[in-house]
C-alpha cells in the first residue's frame, strides 16, 4: 500500500490516505516537543510528494504556531492547498480569562473557527473535529452550529475527537432526525498499548460508518523502537513528559519488537500495520519531529502481518482493554445460542444448563 491508496471516510464522498500526518510536533514552541519550520517544511514536502493528502492539526498546537506554519506553507503553494484534506480542531480555549473562549458553543465556535482561518490562510477547513466533549453546552447548539457553517462552506465535514460513545450516539441521531450535517469520523487514541475504545467507541463506528482516525498510534513513542527493556530512551524528546512504559507494556514492547525482526521492519511499522488490521477503516495519525521519524511511520503500510503475527500481539495487548462488558463474549453466546452455530462460529452450552435435563 502506498500513500495514493485512498480510502473513503467514513460515509461520506471524502477520500484520504490511509495515514494522516499529524502536526502537532510543527514548532519549537515550549511543551510542545517540536520542530523547527524548515523542518516542519521537509516533513510535509516528505509526505505530500508521496500522494499523502490528509493533513491534521488544532487551534492549540504548539499555541497556534502549528496551524500558522501550515497556513504559510500552502499559501505559497496554492496548488497544493486545494488537492489537501486540510483537518484541524476547536475546543481549547486561547484566551485565558475569557469564558467563552473555548468550549463548543455557538460564540466560542464562530470565534474558534475565524482564528483557525485567519492562522491556516484558508477559506474553509475540509474536516472540522471537536476536540474534547463540552459538557457545559447543550449537545443540539454544537451540532446546529457546526451544520450553519457548513451550509456556509467554512468547513466540508465534521468528527468528534475524545467524546464519550452515549455523547456521540445521541449528536448523530439527533443529526439525522433533523437533517443536520452527520458525523464522518471520530478521532481517539488507539494502539497496541491503548485498546479501551474497542468496548463502546469501535462497536459504534462500525455501526454508523465512522471512520476511526486514530492519534498517538505509537502511544507516546513507547511503540517507535525506542524503547527497550532495561535500556536507555534515544532520541525522544517527548520521554521527559511521559515517563517510562509499565512492566505489562513492555511485554507488548517486546512482541512487537520480535514481529519487527521476523519480517525485518521496525516496530512502529509492525504497530502501525496492527492498526490497519482493526475492523472498519482505521486511518492512523502518523507523527514526525524528524523526516527520517516519517519514513520510519511510513514503512507501516508496507507491512503484512500473518495470522499468527496478529494472535500475538492481540494476547499480549489484551491487558490494554480495560472496557470489561457485563458479561464475557463466549458466556453471552451460550446464553443465547444454546451450543448451535451462528455465522460460522461455534456456542457452547450454558454448563448449568447443560448438567441436567429438567425444564420447568
Known amino acids: 500500500m502506498t500513500l495514493d491508496s485512498y480510502l473513503t471516510l467514513g460515509r461520506s464522498g471524502l477520500r484520504v490516505s490511509p495515514f494522516s500526518l499529524g502536526a502537532m510536533t510543527f514548532g519549537e514552541d515550549a511543551g510542545g516537543a517540536g520542530c523547527s519550520v524548515a523542518e516542519s517544511e521537509a516533513i510535509l514536502d516528505d509526505y505530500l510528494d508521496r500522494g499523502g493528502n490528509f493533513v491534521d492539526t488544532a487551534n492549540f498546537y504548539t499555541n497556534g504556531h502549528s496551524e500558522t506554519i501550515l497556513g504559510d506553507y500552502f499559501h505559497a503553494r496554492p496548488q497544493r492547498r486545494d488537492r489537501v484534506v486540510l483537518a484541524t480542531k476547536f475546543f481549547t ?61 467554512k468547513i466540508r465535514y465534521i468528527g468528534f475527537s475524545n467524546i464519550p460513545a452515549w455523547v456521540t450516539a445521541q449528536a448523530q441521531t439527533m443529526a439525522m432526525l433533523r437533517s443536520w450535517t452527520p458525523l464522518i469520523a471520530l478521532q481517539l487514541e488507539y494502539s497496541l498499548l491503548a485498546r479501551d475504545v474497542e468496548g463502546e467507541q469501535v462497536p459504534l463506528a462500525i455501526d454508523q460508518d ?113 472496557h ?37
Not at 466560542?108 to 457545559?136: A, M
Not at 447543550?138 to 451544520?147: F, K, N, V
Not at 458479561?327 to 454448563?351: C, H, K, N, V, W
Request: hydrophobic share 40%.
Open 210 to 322: 465512522l471512520a476511526l482516525v486514530t492519534w498517538s498510534p505509537l502511544r507516546n513513542g513507547f511503540l517507535s523502537g525506542k524503547y527497550r527493556r532495561g535500556g536507555a530512551v534515544g532520541d525522544s524528546a517527548r520521554a521527559a513528559y511521559v515517563g517510562a512504559p509499565s512492566e505489562a507494556e513492555y511485554d507488548v514492547i517486546d512482541t512487537v519488537t520480535a514481529v519487527a525482526e521476523e519480517l525485518g521492519s521496525t516496530a512502529a511499522a509492525v504497530a502501525l500495520a496492527w492498526l490497519r488490521s482493526r475492523p472498519g477503516t482505521v486511518v492512523p495519525i502518523v507523527g514526525a519531529r524528524r523526516r527520517a521519524h516519517l519514513e520510519s511511520n511510513l514503512a507501516g503500510l508496507d507491512v503484512q502481518l500473518s495470522a499468527d503475527q496478529l494472535r500475538r500481539l492481540d494476547e499480549v495487548s489484551r491487558f490494554a482493554m480495560t
Open 93 to 153: 480555549n486561547m484566551v485565558p480569562g475569557d469564558p467563552n473562549g473555548g468550549g463548543a458553543g455557538r460564540r466560542s465556535i464562530l470565534t474558534q473557527l475565524e482564528q483557525s482561518l485567519r492562522r491556516l490562510r484558508t477559506d474553509h477547513i475540509d474536516l472540522y473535529w471537536l476536540h474534547n466533549w463540552d459538557r457545559h453546552t447543550p449537545i443540539e447548539e454544537t451540532m446546529r452550529t457546526l451544520d450553519d457553517l457548513v451550509r456556509a462552506g
Open 324 to 360: 470489561h462488558p457485563a458479561i464475557e463474549d463466549t458466556l453471552r453466546m451460550s446464553l443465547q445460542f444454546a451450543g448451535t452455530t451462528i455465522d460460522g462460529t461455534g456456542t457452547g452450552e450454558y454448563p448449568p444448563l447443560q448438567a441436567g435435563t429438567a425444564r420447568y
